[in-house]
């Protein structure tokens, strides 16, 4: 195989994001009020002022309109309650993005659970993921939705076909399972405890890896002509390198994604999706 296997998540989330910036003018052409997302930071970890400064900045890009709150880290988990239904109940405010993780003392499930379901643009809340498992319009999480763009993309047939999700978190490998049975796949979710992990990859046609563990699939992992997607973003002396081995599996794949450069793009193209989805979902309420 040639470098023409590689995907090229970059090229995909441009594209994404000129399909949302345009949709974007046309909502607000046809009378809607622009488009909000609210973004929340409670604290002041580097990197996650760089994630939230980017989201932001994309927001704007897309014609959105972006709004702030930043709480110190000390603050309470009445605060920052108390910001979430402020946000809630402000029928200016199209989405809600908290960005995690949070200090300690605040618990990130419990706030999760209580953003609106209809501006929920990371789709985590649990009326959500509900709809996710029920096959019902909804949000959804933005990795696994940039995930299931990229293979459609890439023309992947996902009809009958053996997927391998290795990871089984809630932010990516459950929401992925369940948008690839959606898509009539048959999957087979791996996780830590599984018995033979590399034999269970191997059976699979599209083997999808989020763990978190630098270059772990190898070549032994994957058979000939398999598409392999790594959403693992491991920071090592060596540089952002995925969970999978890309220079001994590229020659194998029929197609792969590289870190960075793959599924990375994606994930902020489709919170802007999301964002102008639930703008949408929520022209209806305000009628
Ligand atoms: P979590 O730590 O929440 O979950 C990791 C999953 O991997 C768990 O289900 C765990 O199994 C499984 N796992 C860990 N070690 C092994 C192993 N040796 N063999 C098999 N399975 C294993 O991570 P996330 O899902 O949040 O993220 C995974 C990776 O994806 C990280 O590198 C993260 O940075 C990246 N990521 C990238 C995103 C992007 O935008 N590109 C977005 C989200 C995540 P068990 O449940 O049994 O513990």
Same mark, same amino acid.
């Given at each position: 195989?040639?470098?023409d296997?590689?995907?090229?998540?970059?090229?995909?989330?441009?594209?994404?994001?000129?399909?949302?910036k345009? $949709?974007v #003018? =046309?909502? /607000?052409?046809?009378? @809607?009020?622009?488009?909000?997302?609210?973004? *929340? &930071?409670?604290?002041?970890?580097?990197?996650?002022?760089?994630?939230?400064?980017?989201?932001r900045r994309?927001?704007?890009?897309?014609?959105?309109?972006?709004?702030?709150?930043?709480?110190?880290?000390?603050?309470?988990?009445? $605060?920052? #309650? =108390?910001? /979430?239904?402020?946000? @809630?109940?402000?029928?200016?405010?199209?989405? *809600? &993005?908290?960005?995690?993780?949070?200090?300690?003392?605040?618990?990130?499930?419990?706030?999760?659970?209580?953003?609106?379901?209809?501006?929920d643009?990371?789709?985590?809340?649990?009326?959500?993921?509900?709809?996710?498992?029920?096959?019902?319009?909804?949000?959804?999480?933005?990795?696994?939705?940039?995930?299931?763009?990229?293979?459609?993309?890439?023309?992947?047939?996902?009809?009958?076909?053996n997927?391998?999700v290795?990871?089984?978190?809630?932010?990516?490998?459950?929401?992925?399972?369940?948008?690839?049975?959606h898509?009539?796949?048959?999957?087979?979710?791996?996780?830590?405890?599984?018995?033979?992990?590399?034999?269970?990859?191997?059976?699979?046609?599209?083997?999808?890896?989020?763990?978190?563990?630098?270059?772990?699939?190898?070549?032994?992992?994957?058979?000939?002509?398999?598409v392999?997607?790594?959403?693992?973003?491991?920071?090592?002396?060596?540089?952002?390198?995925?969970?999978?081995?890309?220079?001994?599996?590229?020659?194998l794949a029929?197609?792969?994604t590289?870190?960075?450069?793959?599924?990375?793009p994606?994930?902020?193209?489709?919170?802007?999706?999301?964002?102008?989805?639930?703008?949408k979902?929520?022209?209806?309420?305000?009628?």
């Amino acid at each position: 195989m040639t470098a023409d296997n590689i995907i090229d998540g970059k090229a995909i989330a441009a594209d994404v994001k000129e399909r949302v910036k345009r $949709e974007v #003018a =046309e909502w /607000i052409d046809a009378g @809607n009020p622009q488009p909000v997302l609210a973004t *929340i &930071l409670v604290g002041d970890d580097p990197a996650s002022q760089v994630y939230v400064g980017s989201k932001r900045r994309t927001t704007e890009e897309m014609g959105m309109r972006s709004i702030h709150h930043e709480l110190p880290a000390d603050a309470t988990q009445e $605060e920052v #309650a =108390e910001l /979430i239904e402020q946000l @809630n109940d402000d029928s200016d405010v199209n989405g *809600i &993005l908290f960005q995690l993780p949070a200090p300690p003392q605040i618990d990130d499930e419990a706030m999760t659970e209580l953003i609106d379901p209809l501006k929920d643009v990371d789709g985590l809340t649990p009326v959500s993921i509900g709809h996710l498992v029920e096959g019902k319009p909804g949000m959804v999480p933005c990795t696994p939705l940039g995930v299931m763009e990229m293979l459609r993309r890439t023309s992947v047939e996902l009809e009958g076909a053996n997927v391998a999700v290795v990871g089984r978190s809630l932010l990516f490998g459950k929401p992925m399972a369940q948008l690839l049975i959606h898509a009539n796949a048959t999957v087979t979710q791996c996780h830590s405890r599984t018995r033979d992990l590399p034999g269970e990859c191997r059976r699979a046609d599209i083997v999808i890896v989020a763990i978190g563990r630098p270059k772990m699939v190898t070549a032994d992992y994957v058979k000939e002509g398999a598409v392999v997607i790594d959403v693992g973003i491991n920071r090592t002396e060596d540089g952002l390198v995925g969970d999978v081995d890309f220079d001994a599996v590229q020659p194998l794949a029929k197609a792969i994604t590289p870190v960075p450069g793959g599924v990375g793009p994606m994930t902020i193209a489709m919170l802007m999706h999301n964002a102008l989805a639930a703008a949408k979902l929520q022209a209806p309420v305000r009628a």
